[in-house]
């Protein structure tokens, strides 16, 4: 039983394949095996597990982190309809700081992404009725709770979508330049 694991080319940051058990019945995986991923050289404790519904496509949410040792690492994987989830590299000594990677997670392609601590996230919904489903490595801590405004114009990040649906809190989020200088993530906070 393994994982393929794929990287990105920003340093932690992987898509993650379980194996599929296809039968005439459906399927059946292991969505997450701490030993499976410990042979793979990933070692997170995840503490909380997160389910989000979107109801319609063109929802977006984000994006997100969580400030200073609150940070999370996330697990995030899609189990109904189609997302594409948006990663953004926050750690300031990192080669690929600023950069962010888009990848489709899917019902249908199972694919899940890892992201670790020193990270924004978020993603759009590209289908109705989206079930999100991810680990955290930290507690939600509402009073550190970051978000930089979806459309910023320094991170640039193509969604494929004009005008999506907002959660109130996210049309507000500030722009990246407003907060750089108080973002503090260094590569060390991904250590595992
Ligand atoms: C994230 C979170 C929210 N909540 C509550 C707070 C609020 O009343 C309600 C909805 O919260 P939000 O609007 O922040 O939910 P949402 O916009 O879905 O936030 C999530 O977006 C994605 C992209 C992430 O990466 C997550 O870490 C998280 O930030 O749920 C918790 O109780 N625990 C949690 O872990």
């Not at 410990?38 to 979107?54: M, R």
């Not at 750690?91 to 990270?119: H, M």
């Not at 999506?164 to 590569?187: A, G, H, R, V």
């Amino acid at each position: 039983m393994g994982i393929k694991v794929t990287e990105t080319g920003i340093p932690g940051l992987m898509i993650i394949e379980p194996q599929v058990f296809g039968d005439y019945r459906g399927f059946f995986m292991e969505s997450w095996n701490k030993r499976t991923m410990e042979e793979a050289g990933l070692f997170y404790n995840f503490v909380q597990d997160n389910h989000s519904s979107s109801t319609i496509k063109g929802t977006l949410r984000g994006i997100h982190f969580q400030y200073g040792d609150k940070a999370q690492a996330k697990l995030v994987r899609c189990v109904r309809g189609a997302v594409l989830d948006v990663a953004v590299d926050l750690r300031k000594d990192s080669p690929t700081y600023k950069q962010w990677y888009a990848v489709e997670l899917s019902e249908e392609n199972q694919k899940q992404f890892l992201i670790p601590r020193g990270f924004g996230h978020g993603f759009v919904t590209l289908t109705n009725h989206v079930e999100f489903m991810y680990k955290a490595d930290n507690y939600y801590a509402p009073e550190v709770d970051g978000g930089i405004r979806w459309n910023d114009p320094t991170l640039d990040i193509n969604w494929g979508i004009e005008n999506p649906i907002l959660s109130e809190k996210d049309t507000k989020s500030p722009f990246f330049d407003e907060l750089e200088n108080k973002i503090s993530f260094t590569m060390a906070d991904s250590r595992q």
